[in-house]
């Protein structure tokens, strides 16, 4: 009775299934031509807003269909049926997990990371990818339409604090930061970066669309694709940040919806907005880039990665009281891992409570694992959501850390390390200070410094210094690409070697210029934001770093490849600045028209006087009697008087 | 005569000597009357740093300086001091040339004057005597050497000294009757700053009166020598650029330098009328209202040069006193240069009208410049508008300057003509009015 009551669900999930698909391949058709037919016409912001509006529609109904569907192991059928080709179908999977790191400032980071691979090609010749399972249909059609080899993009609010926090397993800027790897087919890469720019800001809701060439650069060294490829040439690599981007519900929310399961099932549950903005730091980030499908790497496979990362503050959201939860930390509790995912898992950090001397965890941990990860071996208990024993009686997990003395974990110093403030006073001139920590006791390494500067902000590259130690430090490599007015920033790039245990100072002077009126911000005194510099380093790792790709790994320990065992990527952002400019009056444009041209019409006017008119006796002018009555000898005829 | 001249040269340098070593130095080179974004030492410091990163000079929006400048400084950075001071001392020792000469050729004509009793019998005291003017050329030395403009804009290594050496070097060519040279440093001070193009028309009009060709449209030998001048400076202008594109091999400079200067992108502040009108114009009429800036400095050149025909240095004069005041990016340097000039016109006192205003109003202006912009841009207690009402002062008071030894040549030589004391009709004493 049962099993016949399965299979005709079954069957008829296929068929409407086979349906649905149907029916929305014909709309997904139309809505292409129809988004392709206005964006050639230019109207970005038109065409942004109607293909997000309709992609996200999709995006539900098509998640919505997903969710009917039985999980792609135990059944080809759905999607054999579905995908209505010859071919065979490629191979995707899903992933998601949970980090969570109690830190040592009492503060708790949670970092999920969902990661989506699809073993398929957009840019295969002659192949149109179409079909779409679990892997976001508008990122899918984003990359191909705009020949995107690998985009980064990320929207954080609030400053990661490393000296507190230690290194995040993902760093982002505050505000927005985009950078994309462009196919080396693109022959008109500003032409798609503005393009693409405008649609990632109608996808995301975020206000990307004021990525234009004054924020826009090229590194040359700082930002190299993290998947595979050989293109390497800046030409193709685009950078902006937007640090006045302020990150909030609107951005989550379509965020979550590129998720499979959206926020319905699995660790996106957790994810509400009102207790995710409620912290301290608070980074959503998506990456897109082609990683080796097998290891033999005879494919390439898209991944999509999709991360939250926050941090938690003990005061203002754990109450002052080092005890969390899951309750606690997100106001819900996990139920069930999300259907369609091939690995569900929750780390918690454990490495410095092996023995539970320091908090305890409840429901304890079913089974512990090790994983090198920001050259460090770090011991993590797993919770494996797919094992039906992970839930307990009541059909939920809710972890609790309690710790048991008041006492806070000493922290190692994070190796490196940076800084910046803006030195000066007065709204003329100023200087950058960058400051570089290298905490190692004995390694020195070179790091990279990339420093974006708006044009407003007029650097003098003579003025640089850098200093180790209090003496000078040259850099061994240096970029520099000064700015245009209204065009470019200034951007500047450097190799420079930090000596053991040192701080490096790198200072420049700037000129603040006065902009036109219509060119301040609506806020004009309030300042402008100049974005985090960013430093990027191999750094000496303590362990041995994992370079087998024969082992599976978690996924917040494979983000940076790792080529080789003895130092470990890093990237660090600083402080984003605060600048203030001179204004002029805004409410003076008629009254200073009025005063100048009236200036320069005195000095006309005296020029014109003297120029035009010759000197004169001045014979004194006959009274008024005098000229009516000339005026009557006139009329008469008689001489005048 | 050659010793006072050096005296002053040897206390200007000392001068200099001590501010160059002074703490003045420094916060002087920041100053936006004494350097503008044309000509601040800190850029031409920034080109050469681009250039020896290996980049342009001009693929940067902060260098605005000609080739030829970072070619000078490539060679001379180290002497930049002494390079400055030898521009200041060469522009002062050309104008005592200059002037020394021209007073000569003004008391030669009115000597031939007096002797064809040209002159009305009651304008002797109008007549200019030898003694007085024996000390003008020293006077004018002086007045560049030691104003404290010049003062500045050298301390702070402003490259307006340079121009300003150009300018007169090719005053003194020009008085001397070099049309040759003339040309070349009239080339070469429009290459520096495209506005004393305007000179070109005072340097005709004088070397035409030193060779004794009428100003006529119908003499072929005017149509020559004009064609013949021009073609020189032409000729002259064009070597130089193309000089300067084989030393970076790039048109960059073009628009680097003479776009900047013709379209204001750069608003700081200044003593000059651009910046602040840009900043607060609307976008839609901002090209119009450039255009109409720009064609004021090139304006005058026509009905002044009609009107001055017979007097092309006191023409020289008001030309390069209209351009310091109307120039896009102007710097007190610019002001030292005209100022320089008045003892030449020390004679036309008689007839100023609000000179005792006019220099209270420059004092003072010069005194507030410093304390409104600290009060905006330091102390934050005043706005922009302080700064601005200063210079709008300041260049009313420069035209009142200007168009008033203007008022007092023009009447000076209506007096040569018809009388010093004018009659009415009814024999009562008259009023000279402008009608």
Same mark, same amino acid.
């Given at each position: 009775?049962t099993?016949g009551?399965?299979?005709?669900?079954?069957?008829?999930a296929?068929l409407?299934c086979?349906?649905?698909?149907a029916s929305?391949?014909?709309?997904?058709e139309?809505?292409?031509?129809?988004y392709?037919s206005?964006?050639?016409a230019?109207?970005?912001?038109?065409?942004q807003?109607?293909?997000?509006r309709?992609?996200?529609?999709?995006?539900?109904?098509?998640?919505?269909d997903?969710?009917?569907?039985p999980p792609?192991?135990?059944s080809?059928?759905?999607?054999?049926?579905?995908?209505?080709?010859?071919?065979?179908?490629?191979?995707?999977?899903f992933?998601?997990?949970l980090v969570?790191?109690?830190?040592?400032?009492g503060?708790?980071?949670?970092?999920?990371?969902?990661?989506?691979?699809?073993?398929?090609?957009?840019?295969?010749?002659?192949k149109?990818?179409s079909?779409y399972?679990?892997?976001p249909?508008?990122?899918?059609?984003?990359?191909?339409?705009?020949?995107?080899?690998?985009?980064?993009?990320?929207?954080?609010?609030?400053?990661?604090?490393?000296m507190?926090?230690?290194?995040?397993?993902?760093?982002?800027?505050?505000?927005?930061?985009l950078?994309?790897?462009?196919q080396?087919s693109?022959?008109?890469?500003?032409g798609?970066?503005?393009e693409?720019t405008n649609?990632?800001?109608?996808?995301?809701c975020?206000?990307?669309?004021f990525?234009?060439?004054t924020?826009t650069?090229e590194?040359?060294a700082?930002?190299?694709?993290?998947?595979v490829?050989?293109?390497?040439?800046?030409?193709?690599l685009?950078?902006?940040?937007?640090p006045?981007? $302020?990150?909030c519900t609107?951005n989550l929310?379509?965020?979550?919806?590129?998720?499979?399961c959206?926020?319905?099932?699995g660790l996106?549950?957790?994810?509400?907005?009102?207790?995710?903005?409620?912290?301290?730091?608070?980074?959503l980030?998506?990456? $897109?880039?082609?990683?080796?499908?097998?290891?033999?790497?005879?494919?390439?496979?898209?991944e999509?990665?999709?991360?939250?990362?926050v941090v938690?503050d003990?005061?203002?959201?754990g109450?002052?009281?080092?005890?969390?939860?899951?309750f606690?930390?997100?106001?819900r509790?996990?139920?069930?891992?999300?259907?369609l995912?091939t690995?569900?898992?929750?780390?918690?950090?454990?490495t410095?409570?092996?023995?539970?001397?320091?908090?305890?965890?409840?429901?304890?941990?079913?089974?512990?694992?090790?994983a090198v990860?920001?050259?460090?071996?770090r011991?993590?208990?797993?919770?494996?959501?797919m094992?039906?024993?992970t839930?307990?009686?009541?059909?939920?997990?809710?972890?609790?850390?309690?710790?048991k003395?008041p006492g806070?974990v000493?922290?190692?110093?994070?190796?490196?390390?940076?800084?910046?403030?803006?030195?000066?006073?007065?709204?003329?001139?100023g200087?950058?200070?960058?400051?570089?920590?290298?905490?190692?006791?004995?390694?020195?390494?070179?790091?990279l410094?990339?420093?974006i500067v708006?044009?407003?902000?007029?650097?003098?590259?003579h003025?640089?210094?850098?200093?180790?130690?209090?003496?000078e430090?040259?850099?061994?490599y240096?970029?520099?690409?000064p700015?245009k007015d209204?065009?470019r920033?200034?951007?500047?790039?450097?190799?420079?070697?930090l000596?053991?245990?040192?701080?490096?100072?790198?200072?420049?002077?700037?000129?603040r210029a006065l902009?036109k009126?219509?060119?301040?911000?609506?806020?004009?005194n309030?300042?402008f934001?100049?974005?985090?510099?960013?430093?990027?380093?191999?750094?000496?790792?303590?362990?041995?770093m994992?370079?087998s790709?024969?082992?599976?790994h978690?996924?917040?320990?494979t983000?940076?490849p790792?080529?080789?065992e003895?130092?470990y990527?890093?990237?660090?952002?600083?402080?984003?600045l605060?600048?203030?400019?001179?204004?002029?009056?805004?409410s003076?444009?008629?009254?200073? $028209?009025c005063?100048?041209?009236t200036?320069?019409?005195?000095?006309?006017?005296?020029?014109?006087?003297?120029?035009?008119?010759?000197f004169q006796?001045?014979?004194?002018?006959p009274?008024?009697?005098?000229?009516?009555?000339?005026?009557?000898?006139?009329?008469?005829g008689?001489?005048?008087? | 005569?050659?010793?006072?001249l050096?005296?002053?040269?040897i206390?200007?340098?000392?001068?200099?000597?001590?501010?160059?070593?002074s703490?003045?130095?420094e916060?002087?080179?920041?100053?936006?009357?004494?350097?503008s974004?044309?000509?601040?030492w800190?850029?031409v410091?920034e080109?050469?740093?681009?250039?020896?990163?290996?980049a342009?000079?001009y693929?940067?929006?902060?260098?605005h300086?000609?080739?030829?400048?970072?070619?000078?400084?490539?060679?001379?950075?180290?002497?930049?001091?002494?390079v400055?001071m030898?521009?200041d001392?060469?522009t002062a020792?050309? /104008?005592?040339?200059?002037?020394? #000469?021209?007073?000569?050729?003004v008391?030669r004509?009115q000597?031939?004057?007096?002797?064809? #009793?040209r002159?009305p019998?009651?304008?002797l005291?109008l007549?200019?005597?030898?003694k007085?003017?024996?000390?003008?050329?020293l006077?004018v030395a002086?007045f560049y050497?030691l104003?404290?403009?010049t003062?500045?804009s050298?301390?702070?290594?402003?490259?307006?000294?340079?121009?300003?050496?150009?300018?007169?070097?090719?005053?003194?060519?020009?008085?001397?009757?070099s049309?040759?040279?003339?040309?070349?440093?009239l080339?070469l001070?429009?290459y520096?700053?495209i506005?004393?193009l305007?000179?070109?028309?005072p340097?005709?009009?004088?070397l035409?009166?030193r060779?004794?060709i009428p100003?006529?449209?119908?003499?072929p030998?005017f @149509?020559?020598?004009?064609?013949q001048?021009?073609?020189?400076y032409?000729?002259?202008?064009c070597?130089?650029?193309?000089?300067s594109?084989?030393?970076?091999?790039?048109w #960059?400079?073009?628009?680097?330098?003479?776009g900047f200067?013709?379209?204001?992108p750069?608003?700081?502040?200044?003593?000059?009328?651009?910046w602040y009108?840009?900043a607060?114009?609307?976008?839609?009429?901002?090209?119009?209202?450039?255009?109409?800036?720009?064609?004021?400095v090139?304006?005058?050149?026509i009905? /002044?040069?009609?009107?001055?025909k017979e007097?092309?240095?006191?023409?020289?004069?008001?030309?390069?006193?209209?351009?310091?005041?109307?120039?896009?990016?102007?710097?007190?340097?610019?002001?030292?240069?005209?100022?320089?000039?008045?003892?030449? @016109?020390?004679? /036309?006192?008689?007839?100023?009208?609000?000179?005792?205003?006019?220099?209270?109003?420059?004092?003072?202006?010069?005194a507030l410049f410093?304390v409104? @912009?600290?009060? @905006?841009?330091?102390?934050?207690?005043?706005n922009s508008?302080f700064?601005?009402?200063i210079?709008?002062?300041?260049n009313?008071?420069?035209?009142? /300057?200007?168009?008033?030894?203007?008022?007092?040549?023009l009447r000076?030589?209506?007096h040569?003509?018809?009388?010093?004391?004018?009659?009415?009709?009814?024999?009562?004493?008259a009023?000279?009015?402008?009608k």
């Amino acid at each position: 009775m049962t099993a016949g009551r399965c299979t005709a669900a079954l069957l008829a999930a296929v068929l409407v299934c086979g349906l649905t698909c149907a029916s929305t391949a014909a709309a997904e058709e139309a809505i292409t031509e129809e988004y392709e037919s206005i964006s050639n016409a230019n109207e970005h912001v038109q065409a942004q807003d109607d293909y997000a509006r309709s992609q996200k529609r999709r995006e539900i109904t098509e998640h919505d269909d997903d969710q009917n569907e039985p999980p792609p192991s135990s059944s080809s059928s759905s999607s054999s049926s579905s995908s209505s080709s010859s071919s065979p179908p490629s191979k995707d999977y899903f992933k998601e997990e949970l980090v969570i790191r109690p830190l040592s400032s009492g503060d708790i980071y949670a970092s999920f990371q969902f990661q989506t691979r699809w073993d398929t090609d957009f840019f295969a010749p002659g192949k149109k990818v179409s079909h779409y399972r679990l892997f976001p249909k508008s990122l899918g059609q984003l990359m191909s339409k705009f020949s995107v080899r690998e985009m980064h993009v990320s929207f954080t609010q609030g400053y990661w604090r490393t000296m507190q926090w230690g290194q995040p397993f993902l760093p982002a800027p505050p505000g927005a930061e985009l950078w994309v790897w462009f196919q080396d087919s693109v022959a008109d890469v500003d032409g798609a970066w503005k393009e693409l720019t405008n649609v990632l800001s109608g996808i995301f809701c975020a206000s990307l669309n004021f990525i234009d060439s004054t924020n826009t650069v090229e590194p040359t060294a700082s930002f190299k694709p993290l998947g595979v490829g050989n293109v390497t040439h800046q030409r193709f690599l685009r950078y902006a940040v937007l640090p006045r981007e $302020i990150v909030c519900t609107e951005n989550l929310t379509p965020w979550k919806k590129l998720l499979p399961c959206g926020s319905k099932a699995g660790l996106a549950v957790l994810m509400k907005s009102e207790k995710l903005f409620h912290s301290s730091f608070l980074s959503l980030a998506v990456h $897109i880039r082609p990683v080796c499908q097998d290891w033999g790497c005879k494919g390439t496979a898209w991944e999509l990665r999709q991360t939250v990362n926050v941090v938690f503050d003990l005061h203002t959201t754990g109450q002052g009281k080092r005890e969390w939860s899951f309750f606690k930390m997100f106001s819900r509790t996990l139920t069930e891992a999300c259907p369609l995912a091939t690995s569900s898992k929750v780390y918690i950090d454990v490495t410095d409570n092996p023995q539970g001397e320091l908090f305890e965890l409840n429901p304890a941990a079913p089974s512990l694992t090790q994983a090198v990860v920001l050259g460090d071996r770090r011991t993590y208990a797993v919770y494996d959501l797919m094992a039906s024993g992970t839930f307990g009686l009541l059909r939920s997990l809710n972890v609790l850390l309690r710790w048991k003395t008041p006492g806070s974990v000493d922290m190692l110093r994070p190796l490196l390390h940076g800084e910046r403030y803006v030195a000066g006073y007065g709204l003329q001139t100023g200087e950058i200070h960058t400051l570089i920590y290298n905490n190692h006791p004995y390694r020195a390494f070179p790091v990279l410094l990339l420093d974006i500067v708006p044009w407003y902000l007029r650097l003098y590259i003579h003025t640089l210094t850098v200093t180790s130690k209090s003496r000078e430090n040259k850099p061994s490599y240096i970029h520099y690409q000064p700015s245009k007015d209204r065009l470019r920033p200034h951007l500047l790039e450097m190799l420079i070697q930090l000596p053991p245990n040192s701080v490096t100072e790198v200072t420049v002077q700037f000129e603040r210029a006065l902009l036109k009126w219509t060119e301040y911000t609506p806020d004009p005194n309030h300042g402008f934001y100049v974005g985090s510099s960013v430093i990027s380093a191999l750094v000496p790792s303590v362990v041995a770093m994992d370079t087998s790709y024969t082992l599976e790994h978690p996924l917040f320990s494979t983000f940076f490849p790792c080529k080789e065992e003895s130092s470990y990527f890093v990237r660090v952002y600083t402080e984003p600045l605060l600048v203030n400019l001179p204004t002029p009056d805004f409410s003076m444009p008629y009254n200073v $028209i009025c005063l100048t041209c009236t200036v320069v019409a005195v000095g006309y006017g005296s020029l014109y006087n003297l120029l035009t008119r010759t000197f004169q006796v001045e014979e004194p002018s006959p009274g008024v009697v005098k000229r009516l009555a000339n005026m009557i000898r006139y009329l008469r005829g008689v001489p005048l008087l | 005569m050659a010793a006072p001249l050096t005296l002053v040269l040897i206390v200007a340098v000392t001068i200099r000597a001590v501010l160059f070593s002074s703490s003045l130095a420094e916060p002087l080179m920041e100053r936006v009357e004494v350097v503008s974004p044309l000509n601040a030492w800190k850029r031409v410091v920034e080109g050469l740093a681009l250039l020896d990163l290996g980049a342009s000079p001009y693929s940067g929006d902060v260098f605005h300086e000609t080739p030829l400048i970072i070619y000078l400084f490539h060679f001379v950075i180290d002497y930049a001091d002494i390079v400055f001071m030898i521009a200041d001392g060469i522009t002062a020792v050309a /104008l005592y040339l200059a002037v020394q #000469d021209y007073n000569k050729t003004v008391f030669r004509k009115q000597k031939y004057a007096l002797e064809a #009793d040209r002159y009305p019998h009651d304008c002797l005291e109008l007549i200019r005597t030898p003694k007085e003017m024996y000390y003008i050329p020293l006077k004018v030395a002086l007045f560049y050497l030691l104003n404290p403009f010049t003062i500045f804009s050298c301390v702070a290594k402003s490259t307006c000294g340079l121009n300003n050496a150009v300018i007169a070097l090719f005053i003194l060519s020009t008085i001397k009757g070099s049309a040759f040279l003339s040309a070349v440093f009239l080339a070469l001070a429009t290459y520096q700053s495209i506005y004393p193009l305007t000179l070109f028309a005072p340097a005709l009009l004088f070397l035409l009166q030193r060779l004794y060709i009428p100003v006529n449209f119908y003499r072929p030998s005017f @149509w020559l020598f004009t064609l013949q001048y021009a073609v020189m400076y032409l000729g002259s202008l064009c070597v130089i650029v193309c000089l300067s594109f084989f030393l970076l091999s790039s048109w #960059d400079f073009i628009p680097s330098v003479y776009g900047f200067i013709l379209s204001v992108p750069d608003l700081t502040p200044n003593i000059g009328l651009f910046w602040y009108f840009f900043a607060e114009m609307f976008e839609h009429f901002r090209f119009f209202f450039i255009c109409v800036f720009q064609i004021n400095v090139f304006f005058y050149t026509i009905p /002044l040069s009609i009107k001055l025909k017979e007097h092309p240095v006191f023409l020289i004069f008001m030309q390069i006193a209209i351009i310091s005041i109307f120039k896009s990016y102007p710097t007190v340097g610019d002001i030292s240069l005209y100022m320089a000039f008045l003892p030449v @016109w020390s004679h /036309l006192y008689r007839f100023l009208r609000n000179i005792f205003l006019v220099s209270c109003v420059m004092l003072a202006c010069s005194a507030l410049f410093p304390v409104l @912009w600290h009060l @905006w841009i330091y102390a934050g207690s005043a706005n922009s508008n302080f700064y601005y009402a200063i210079t709008l002062l300041f260049n009313v008071g420069q035209i009142l /300057l200007v168009s008033d030894y203007f008022y007092a040549f023009l009447r000076r030589e209506h007096h040569l003509t018809h009388g010093l004391y004018l009659k009415r009709k009814d024999g009562s004493e008259a009023t000279l009015v402008l009608k």
